[in-house]
């Protein structure tokens, strides 16, 4: 999991530092920042969650920090009751994880993927279809991420039963074997070959938009500010998010 823009221990050091002003109080400080919300989001969103969060944070005046990972192991630390203010997930059944645990509240569908295979520029090994990944070093999700579930619905419905060289923890985990040159392909979501851009090449799988994977988001209970949690939801429910989502390779409910 990857958390950004954490407030500067210096920074805050240096604040405390400082004498008070005469005349300073409430007012000054609501000058400041409006808050800080913790959103909890599967790997697959890290790039335009990252895009939406910087335009939020000069329109809210208010600090977002992003925890990407595995959408099931987020929904557990929802569930368990860990920090967080906000959880998007990449399938119905992770988000049930949380809902189930009374942690999440107010769920909707926000966006839809579909599975794709990505190989490095040049395709070197050929690959055409998923039956061309038997005999070649290719890589997926772990069997309990989302992307692991639509990859092992998506081959076998396609009739095939290549073993991978490996299973990733997430999707962004799959597209870095193949970045690095690790793997020969990789079935990642169509927006992750979008992120990727000109370090690899997208082959497209047949039949693929029949096993499509929903994207849920949802204020979590044990939120500190469930007023910002909202306006984030909100946002990304927004015009700006759904245009967002969709340069980014996601199609829209």
Same mark, same amino acid.
């Given at each position: 999991?990857?958390?950004?823009?954490?407030?500067?221990?210096?920074?805050?050091?240096?604040?405390?530092?400082?004498?008070?002003?005469?005349?300073?109080?409430?007012?000054?400080?609501?000058?400041?920042?409006?808050?800080?919300?913790?959103?909890?989001?599967?790997?697959?969103?890290?790039?335009?969650?990252?895009?939406?969060?910087?335009?939020?944070?000069?329109?809210?005046?208010?600090?977002?920090?992003?925890?990407?990972?595995?959408?099931?192991?987020?929904?557990?630390?929802?569930?368990? *009751?860990? +920090?967080?203010?906000?959880?998007?997930? /990449? @399938?119905?059944?992770?988000? !049930?994880?949380?809902?189930? %645990? &009374?942690? $999440?509240?107010?769920?909707?569908?926000?966006?839809?993927?579909?599975?794709?295979?990505?190989?490095?520029? *040049?395709? +070197?090994?050929?690959?055409?279809?998923? /039956? @061309?990944?038997?005999?070649? !070093?290719?890589?997926?999700? %772990? &069997?309990? $991420?989302?992307?692991?579930?639509?990859?092992?619905?998506?081959?076998?419905?396609?009739?095939?039963?290549?073993?991978?060289?490996?299973?990733?923890?997430?999707?962004?985990?799959?597209?870095?074997?193949?970045?690095?040159?690790? %793997? &020969?392909?990789?079935?990642?979501?169509?927006?992750?070959?979008?992120?990727?851009?000109?370090?690899?090449?997208?082959?497209?799988?047949?039949?693929?938009?029949?096993?499509?994977?929903?994207?849920?988001?949802?204020?979590?209970?044990?939120?500190? &500010?469930?007023?910002?949690?909202?306006?984030?939801?909100?946002?990304?429910?927004?015009?700006?998010?759904?245009?967002?989502?969709?340069?980014?390779?996601?199609?829209?409910?």
């Amino acid at each position: 999991m990857r958390t950004l823009r954490r407030p500067a221990l210096l920074t805050t050091a240096l604040l405390l530092t400082l004498p008070l002003a005469a005349c300073g109080g409430a007012d000054d400080a609501g000058s400041g920042e409006a808050g800080r919300i913790q959103v909890l989001a599967a790997a697959s969103l890290t790039d335009v969650f990252e895009q939406l969060g910087t335009d939020f944070e000069e329109s809210e005046r208010a600090e977002v920090e992003f925890s990407f990972g595995s959408s099931t192991d987020l929904a557990e630390q929802a569930a368990d *009751g860990a +920090p967080g203010d906000v959880l998007a997930t /990449a @399938d119905e059944t992770s988000m !049930t994880v949380a809902e189930d %645990a &009374d942690a $999440a509240q107010d769920v909707q569908v926000f966006a839809t993927n579909v599975l794709t295979i990505v190989v490095p520029p *040049g395709n +070197p090994a050929g690959i055409s279809s998923l /039956a @061309d990944l038997e005999g070649t !070093t290719w890589v997926r999700c %772990a &069997d309990e $991420a989302p992307c692991g579930r639509v990859a092992l619905a998506v081959l076998e419905d396609a009739g095939v039963s290549a073993e991978p060289a490996s299973l990733e923890e997430d999707v962004r985990a799959t597209l870095d074997k193949v970045t690095s040159g690790e %793997a &020969d392909a990789g079935l990642v979501y169509a927006s992750d070959a979008v992120a990727a851009g000109d370090a690899v090449e997208s082959v497209p799988i047949e039949g693929a938009d029949e096993q499509p994977t929903s994207y849920y988001v949802a204020d979590l209970a044990q939120s500190e &500010d469930p007023e910002l949690a909202q306006a984030w939801v909100d946002y990304v429910l927004g015009e700006e998010g759904r245009r967002a989502l969709e340069d980014a390779g996601f199609t829209l409910p």
